[in-house]
């Protein structure tokens, strides 16, 4: 409670924003890994998982410091706003247009079953050391796919507002979660209220893009920092009213739309 | 996953050039390309208008109604897209 009370509000977005993206994407990365675990065997999962996040690592701990000591700071505040304010967009757009039933939603049981199906009709392919080059593959590309959009998220909010660790923290701790819950719940993904989190993140980035593009450009944001939580209200507003009105207007929303599988942007 | 039909035969640099520039195409544009151009064509207006100091104050409450307007105008046009494949 002390430390919630005394830290900046901008932080504890922050701390919210990384942690919700990355329970998100690690979401989908661990529907792969379970998938490739249960069909071709844990091992050869295990090792794509632990290389990925290795090499994820290495790319936040490479880019984050050489950005923050070789950028200058407004440019960086300018570029990594846009492209948060891009990347929260889509977030947000997509998250609207599913909770007004105008597209499918994601469907984890979904992906699973179609990962199951293709690693089962695969060929076992095994390099000398007795590792499935297939299951460490897919495990490998579904971790490290998944982690790329976490750590541009993780690397611009970081080096921005100056809290990498932090940032990078949150992000680790996400991966510690949703990792123990999907060992609790084994192959129960479906239930995690995905687009909810979606929604949340959407509204983070798209605030603090807004709020880091505004202080590379020298906009005078009244309350400083104090700025990012009422952008964050405001931008839900816009977003729940949105909702609302597609769903008053549209002809029985969501009618006949398949739970989707996709991957790529959730 | 589709066939690579620029990767063929091609040195692993050019190869992996091409697939570094589709990722960023893809993480940015996609299929939202009206997001990202209102987003810059944002960035630049505001920009502008932060170049008068006496002007900095009203741009921290134009900023946000532009970009609600970029995101509204693509909601807008996703939906329309939606319920024009649900009716065919």
């Given at each position: 409670m002390l430390i919630a009370s005394s830290a900046p509000s901008g932080a504890l977005v922050l701390v919210a924003a990384v942690f919700l993206a990355s329970a998100v994407e690690m979401v989908e990365a661990l529907t792969i890994v379970l998938a490739v675990g249960v069909t071709r065997g844990w091992r050869s999962a295990f090792e794509g998982v632990a290389v990925a996040l290795a090499a994820l690592a290495a790319l936040v701990v490479l880019f984050g410091p050489a950005l923050v000591h070789y950028v200058p700071l407004s440019v960086l505040r300018l570029v990594v706003g846009g492209l948060l304010l891009v990347f929260g967009l889509q977030w947000l757009r997509k998250a609207i247009l599913r909770a007004a039933g105008l597209k499918a939603k994601h469907d984890e049981d979904a992906i699973y079953a179609e990962q199951v199906a293709e690693l089962d009709g695969g060929t076992r392919g095994t390099s000398g050391?007795?590792?499935?080059t297939t299951a460490f593959a897919v495990a490998f590309k579904g971790v490290f796919l998944e982690g790329l959009e976490v750590v541009v998220i993780v690397i611009t909010l970081g080096t921005t507002s100056h809290r990498l660790g932090l940032a990078a923290m949150a992000a680790g701790a996400a991966v510690v979660v949703v990792c123990i819950v999907g060992l609790i719940v084994?192959?129960?993904?479906?239930?995690?209220p995905e687009n909810a989190m979606k929604m949340g993140v959407g509204l983070m980035l798209v605030s603090f893009g807004t709020f880091w593009v505004g202080e590379g450009v020298h906009v005078t944001w009244p309350g400083s920092d104090l700025a990012i939580p009422v952008l964050v209200a405001c931008y839900g507003l816009v977003a729940w009213l949105t909702v609302v009105v597609l769903r008053r207007t549209?002809?029985?929303?969501?009618?006949?739309l398949a739970p989707t599988g996709e991957a790529a942007h959730g | 996953m589709a066939e690579d039909p620029i990767g063929s035969g091609r040195p692993t640099v050019i190869r992996w050039t091409v697939a570094f520039g589709r990722f960023w195409w893809d993480f940015l544009i996609?299929?939202?390309?009206e997001l990202f151009v209102g987003t810059v064509a944002v960035i630049v207006a505001v920009a502008v208008i932060c170049?008068?100091?006496?002007?900095r104050t009203a741009a921290a409450f134009l900023m946000p109604v532009l970009v609600t307007a970029v995101l509204l105008a693509s909601v807008g046009r996703a939906a329309r897209r939606a319920r024009r494949d649900q009716s065919q």
């Amino acid at each position: 409670m002390l430390i919630a009370s005394s830290a900046p509000s901008g932080a504890l977005v922050l701390v919210a924003a990384v942690f919700l993206a990355s329970a998100v994407e690690m979401v989908e990365a661990l529907t792969i890994v379970l998938a490739v675990g249960v069909t071709r065997g844990w091992r050869s999962a295990f090792e794509g998982v632990a290389v990925a996040l290795a090499a994820l690592a290495a790319l936040v701990v490479l880019f984050g410091p050489a950005l923050v000591h070789y950028v200058p700071l407004s440019v960086l505040r300018l570029v990594v706003g846009g492209l948060l304010l891009v990347f929260g967009l889509q977030w947000l757009r997509k998250a609207i247009l599913r909770a007004a039933g105008l597209k499918a939603k994601h469907d984890e049981d979904a992906i699973y079953a179609e990962q199951v199906a293709e690693l089962d009709g695969g060929t076992r392919g095994t390099s000398g050391s007795g590792r499935d080059t297939t299951a460490f593959a897919v495990a490998f590309k579904g971790v490290f796919l998944e982690g790329l959009e976490v750590v541009v998220i993780v690397i611009t909010l970081g080096t921005t507002s100056h809290r990498l660790g932090l940032a990078a923290m949150a992000a680790g701790a996400a991966v510690v979660v949703v990792c123990i819950v999907g060992l609790i719940v084994h192959r129960q993904l479906s239930g995690v209220p995905e687009n909810a989190m979606k929604m949340g993140v959407g509204l983070m980035l798209v605030s603090f893009g807004t709020f880091w593009v505004g202080e590379g450009v020298h906009v005078t944001w009244p309350g400083s920092d104090l700025a990012i939580p009422v952008l964050v209200a405001c931008y839900g507003l816009v977003a729940w009213l949105t909702v609302v009105v597609l769903r008053r207007t549209g002809e029985g929303p969501g009618a006949g739309l398949a739970p989707t599988g996709e991957a790529a942007h959730g | 996953m589709a066939e690579d039909p620029i990767g063929s035969g091609r040195p692993t640099v050019i190869r992996w050039t091409v697939a570094f520039g589709r990722f960023w195409w893809d993480f940015l544009i996609g299929d939202t390309p009206e997001l990202f151009v209102g987003t810059v064509a944002v960035i630049v207006a505001v920009a502008v208008i932060c170049l008068q100091p006496g002007l900095r104050t009203a741009a921290a409450f134009l900023m946000p109604v532009l970009v609600t307007a970029v995101l509204l105008a693509s909601v807008g046009r996703a939906a329309r897209r939606a319920r024009r494949d649900q009716s065919q």
